[in-house]
């Protein structure tokens, strides 16, 4: 996790989800601002192609 530059105690203490993506996830997948991760891992354009139900 250093190694990558997460901040474990951040995330540990974190108070919502956005916190703990701020220390852990967006800099697992290399991103530098969380509104960049959010963007990039969202389904909000493919959810229309979607051809049978899903629970989310």
């Known amino acids: 996790g ?3 530059g997460f901040n474990v105690e951040e995330a ?3 108070n919502s989800v956005c ?3 701020k220390a852990i996830s967006m800099v697992s997948y290399g991103f530098d601002r969380i509104e960049d991760f959010y ?3 969202s389904t ?3 959810i ?3 051809k049978i ?3 989310f």
């Open 2 to 4: 250093r190694g990558k």
């Open 12 to 14: 540990l203490s974190a």
């Open 19 to 21: 916190d703990f993506d």
């Open 39 to 41: 963007k990039k891992s």
């Open 44 to 46: 909000r354009e493919l």
């Open 48 to 50: 229309n192609r979607l």
């Open 53 to 55: 139900p899903m629970l």
